[in-house]
């Protein structure tokens, strides 16, 4: 199995293939999230590519299961063109926004901040993915759901998000579609930002003998109803740690219970946010040890960090084989 992440700036998409000889080209293949549509995002030396042009170049032609994250610019946007190009046959999503708003898009009059003005762009880019999608196999999911889904090699565990977040933000994502003011909009607009990431789905993957935490943008706090209910399920050899590695990402308790050798952070070169904060990475280190830890980065360049001369890269790939965990940059 291999499981790139993609390097699409400050964002998340990441491609999951793994071999199964009776499938279409031989292998089953996932996708979560699709990074950032923004120009912005891709311009320059950084080796970053949207993850349609990446999905082409691996010659992607069909995805079998679409996870979706939450409704986040850097994680939705990149989508939209995804789904306009390569059939999906599954949909999973924690989101669930009302049927009467699917395609439906919110044009603000003024007085819109840029934060919210970007994530009004990601919640009406979500109802054009649900308007899209709607007629295939959509699935709303939260809770805890261990061996949900079992493929070839693969399983995978639904562990997040807590249903209490998932309600929240449906409760927000409607007062958005409702809103008679742009101080109502902006408002809930507001609401729907701050308390997504903690909505965002999470999986882990099982494959001949290894496990793959993902967490969209999940913080420490948002494993809280696994930690009292289930650490057990937590456990994985590689952890693409939630919310870009801000300080909020990881707790000790959190990477106890999980344990990994292997973590990932989906962070752009700039550091933008406090991505990949040096609090996250000395929680890491305390935790688990330096030497006991590979720390990848999406764009390669972290990963190869002692090689300044390495150009920049379209992605980190893990490769699970026979219970042995290797990497190489793509
Ligand atoms: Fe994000």
């Not at 009776?22 to 999230?33: A, H, K």
């Not at 000395?282 to 999406?298: D, H, P, V």
Request: charged share 25%.
């Amino acid at each position: 199995m291999d499981i790139t992440f993609i390097n699409v700036g400050y964002g998340e998409s990441i491609l999951i293939t793994a071999e199964e000889k009776e499938r279409e080209d031989g292998q089953f293949v996932m996708l979560i999230d699709g990074g950032s549509a923004m120009d912005s995002e891709y311009q320059g030396e950084s080796g970053r590519i949207r993850a349609l042009d990446f999905l082409s170049k691996k010659r992607i032609r069909h995805i079998d299961l679409l996870v979706f994250s939450h409704v986040h610019e850097d994680h939705t946007s990149g989508l939209v063109p995804v789904i306009g190009k390569i059939p999906v046959r599954k949909f999973w999503t924690s989101v669930h926004l009302s049927p009467e708003h699917y395609g439906k898009c919110i044009t603000p009059q003024h007085n819109l901040s840029e934060t919210n003005f970007k994530a009004l762009d990601s919640i009406n880019n979500y109802s054009r993915l649900m308007k899209i999608l709607t007629d295939g196999d959509v699935t709303w999911l939260d809770g805890i759901r261990p061996s949900y889904f079992c493929t070839g090699d693969l399983s995978i565990d639904v562990l997040g998000p807590e249903p209490g977040y998932r309600e929240k933000v449906d409760e927000s994502l409607d007062r958005v579609f409702t809103a008679s003011s742009d101080e109502a909009l902006n408002a809930a607009v507001t609401e729907v930002t701050e308390t997504m990431n903690n909505a965002s789905m999470v999986v882990r993957l099982h494959y001949k003998g290894c496990s793959v935490l993902l967490c969209g943008d999940t913080n420490a706090d948002g494993f809280r109803h696994i930690l009292d209910t289930a650490p057990e399920l937590l456990k994985a050899d590689v952890f693409k740690i939630g919310h870009h590695g801000q300080a909020d990402s990881v707790s000790e308790e959190l990477l106890h219970a999980v344990n990994p050798s292997f973590i990932v952070c989906c962070a752009s070169n700039d550091h933008r946010s406090n991505s990949t904060s040096e609090k996250t990475f000395e929680t890491i280190r305390r935790t688990l040890g330096e030497e006991k830890i590979t720390c990848l980065f999406q764009d390669g360049l972290y990963a190869e960090r002692w090689n300044p001369e390495t150009a920049p890269r379209n992605g980190v790939t893990v490769h699970i084989e026979d219970g042995v965990v290797s990497w190489y940059l793509s």
